[in-house]
Each structure stands twice: as C-alpha cells, then as structure tokens.
C-alpha cells in the first residue's frame, strides 16, 4: 500500500463540505463555522479561504500563511504498525516526513488518532507542521498543516483547537508539548530508509559518537553499528559489515535525503525518516 500526502498546490473552488455558523466554538479567538467533512465535524475559523479538490476528498484552508488539511482516503486502514509504516514510506518518497507518534484519544464518537510532527518539501521549499490521522467507518482521515520553517507565524494553537473541536482530548495548557516535541530521550540525531519492493534499510546517525547503525526490515536484530568519518555535506565514510561506503545530502545542510555508494559502484537514495518509529521498530527486535 502506498499513501501519498499531496502537498498545497491550485485547485478549484468548490463547496461539497457542509458549513454551519457555530456559535459554541472551541476556537477562543475566531468567530468559526463547522464543517462536516465525510461524516467528520470541525470547526475552523470563518474568515480562512476554502479550497477543495476536483475530486472531493481533500480540502485545504488557508490563514494568512501556510496552510490547514483534511483528506480522506477511502476503503484502506491505518490501525497496524505495518500499515502506518508504508503510509510513513509513501510520504516520504512524495517529500515529506513524520516523527514522534503520539496517540490522542476521543471523546466523541472518533477512533483514537495517531499525531506526528510533520516536515515536507515542496518544489525546494521547507515546511513543517503537524498531521493526525485516524480511522473512519470505511476510510481514514489526515488532518494537517504547514507553514513555511522561515515563517514569523505559529499555527500550533490553532491545530489544537482544531483537533479538540473533533472531540480529541488535547490539554490546552500542555499544547506546545503535544504538537511540537523533541527526541531528547534517544541518542540518535537522525534516521534514514532505503525502500525496496519487500524490504527496507535504516541508517540511524549518532552525531556524538559519530556512528550510523544500520539494520534491514526483514532482519531487524541483525544491526550494525560502524564508525564513520566526514561532515553530511562533503561526504562520511563508513562501512557495513566490510563493504565500504560513503553518503552525502542531496543538497548542502539540507538533511531530506541521504544519498549513499558502495564500493561495488551501487548508489542509493535514502529518505529522512521518522525517528522515533524507526529506532522503536529496532528497540522491539534487541
């Protein structure tokens, strides 16, 4: 299964989710409308621009920068850990990436969702965020947004809001910790994955001790850790299990891709990959 999130591009117009006025807002300051979106409710802010897609299944709402996301997706489910892992790989091969899974219980008649941090770029701009999905009756839901990573904006309360309008238990007096958290409890600074048809590679970084671990899907507690030389801009060298290699980022301080060689004359493509799944994918094998 592959799931590609479609980044805020120009679509047409259209008015297919149905909007009420809603006085009893959980948005403290916006006067809001509430939207039922395949049989979802939400209340957003009255005064952002709406836009939907020809096909009806994703709309957008823009402030005054970035950019808020529903989309659904039907007849598919993303309860299981391999599901969500190729929903991890599908966005990361459209350009983006998703890290610290959280799980937000609901109040309302919902299954519990699942909330990451979002980084994506687009036409080689950066942008980062948030995004949730859960499932439905007979599909899944993604509710997100962006902003650009220069952006003087904050939108973080406004997600929560958002998401407590759907019935979702968001502690408004924790919200920074629970849309925008960091990995300070793992040593790693970085993971990467190498997707093929039936398996994949992860390469996890150690910038401190300057060491990549390195471990396949179909082996998970086979890991080797190598010792590696170099900055990510000109280049590290280091091997796995004897054979000799050496990666790159795509672009200068731009850690989205990882581009790696071996010694056989091989060159793979190794997207930036959520770390906290990753690392808890290997941690659940050794």
Do not use: C
């Not at 994955?193 to 039936?198: K, Y």
């Amino acid at each position: 299964m592959l799931i590609l999130l479609l980044p805020m591009l120009y679509f047409s117009l259209s008015t297919t989710a149905y909007a009420s006025s809603n006085p009893e807002s959980t948005f403290e300051n916006y006067e809001t409308t509430n939207y039922n979106f395949f049989e979802v409710n939400f209340d957003i802010p009255s005064n952002w621009r709406v836009v939907e897609t020809d096909d009806r299944k994703t709309v957008y709402f823009y402030p005054e920068e970035g950019v808020f996301m529903f989309q659904y997706i039907d007849d598919i489910s993303l309860e299981t850990e391999e599901s969500r892992k190729d929903f991890e790989v599908g966005l990361n091969q459209s350009g983006g990436k998703l890290d610290n899974e959280k799980i937000l219980t609901n109040n309302a008649s919902y299954n519990d969702a699942y909330l990451y941090e979002l980084e994506y770029e687009v036409n080689s701009q950066d942008y980062s965020g948030n995004l949730m999905h859960f499932d439905t009756t007979e599909g899944v839901m993604i509710v997100s947004y962006m902003l650009p990573v220069n952006s003087s904006e904050d939108y973080s309360e406004e997600y929560s809001d958002l998401l407590a309008s759907m019935g979702f238990e968001v502690d408004n007096d924790e919200q920074v910790g629970l849309i925008k958290t960091d990995s300070e409890d793992s040593k790693y600074e970085n993971s990467f994955t190498v997707s093929f048809n039936d398996y994949e590679i992860y390469y996890l970084i150690d910038e401190d001790d300057s060491t990549i671990s390195i471990f396949t899907s179909d082996a998970p507690s086979d890991v080797y850790v190598s010792q590696y030389t170099g900055d990510f801009n000109n280049g590290i060298n280091f091997d796995w299990d004897g054979l000799k290699m050496r990666a790159h980022y795509n672009y200068w301080n731009q850690d989205s891709k990882l581009i790696i060689h071996d010694e056989s004359g091989n060159e793979l493509e190794a997207q930036n990959s959520a770390l906290s799944v990753v690392e808890e994918f290997m941690n659940k094998h050794n």
